[in-house]
């Protein structure tokens, strides 16, 4: 299968190796983008500094994308 059912195998940085379908990989990948803009929210908002809006639509609207 060639679509986001299809199951890879990979191994991690650590070694360790695992199988996993394209479709949870990409879920992942978007949640994990997700993750770290607010850590980095989150840690400059500790120091007193308003974050920047990192909405995806936000941005394409204002941008006229």
């Known amino acids: 299968s060639l679509g986001a ?3 890879v195998d990979y191994t991690r940085f650590t070694g360790e190796k695992y ?3 394209i479709s949870d ?3 992942h990948l978007s949640h994990h983008g997700a993750h770290h803009r607010a850590q980095m929210a989150a840690h400059i908002s500790a ?3 308003a974050p ?3 909405d995806f639509i936000q941005f394409c ?3 006229l994308l």
């Open 5 to 7: 059912d299809r199951v």
């Open 61 to 63: 609207l204002v941008n």
């Open 19 to 21: 199988r996993s379908p």
């Open 47 to 49: 120091r007193g500094v």
């Open 52 to 54: 920047i809006n990192t």
């Open 25 to 27: 990989i990409l879920v």
